[in-house]
């Protein structure tokens, strides 16, 4: 009986071991345009639809109706084990161009880093107020982005990267 006990002892305490020695990596990852409670993503699609106004419409107005509309670009990694917050960086990639910035929202729920950026600053960042980029939104074309994590974990830093590229259907409103 005693032997049986301890080497149950022992391999709860090699099991214990094993899991504080475990390197910190990325599970999963994925991107879409929301997150469930947890973080993990819920919605998967990344093409937003937006019904313009009737008559003319500039470009500072397209960009101000896709920014109001509060679609969101979200991301979401799942690590072996939970992160420190001062150790993790999460930027929005412009694929175009290779400009970062930043992600406005970063959480942490248990070991899974999620967030987002809203569409449309994102599309003021990659391109400001550009006509090139009004061409590319009226005809729906894809903007190429991806979300790019970079956490620390002692003297490791382990860099993910997942592709979020979305897109702006403009959806003509009726005429009054």
């Not at 910190?24 to 937003?48: C, I, M, P, T, Y």
């Not at 967030?115 to 599309?123: K, V």
């Not at 729906?140 to 970079?150: H, T, V």
């Amino acid at each position: 009986m005693k032997q049986t006990m301890s080497a149950a002892a022992l391999t709860c305490l090699l099991a214990l071991l094993s899991c504080a020695q475990q390197p910190q990596k990325v599970l999963e990852s994925a991107s879409g345009s929301s997150l469930d409670s947890n973080g993990a993503v819920s919605r998967h699609s990344l093409d937003f639809r937006l019904s313009t106004p009737a008559g003319p419409l500039t470009n500072r107005d397209l960009f101000n109706e896709i920014y109001f509309q509060g679609d969101t670009v979200c991301f979401s990694f799942l690590l072996a084990k939970e992160p420190k917050s001062e150790t993790i960086k999460v930027e929005f990639i412009n694929l175009s161009d290779g400009g970062a910035f930043p992600a406005e929202r970063v959480d942490i729920t248990d070991n899974r880093i999620h967030g987002f950026s809203l569409a449309g600053t994102l599309l003021e960042q990659f391109c400001g107020v550009s006509p090139a980029l009004a061409a590319k939104i009226t005809e729906g074309s894809e903007i190429p982005c991806s979300a790019r994590l970079k956490v620390s974990d002692g003297s490791i830093l382990i860099t993910e990267t997942v592709e979020c590229s979305f897109r702006i259907l403009l959806n003509p409103s009726p005429s009054r």
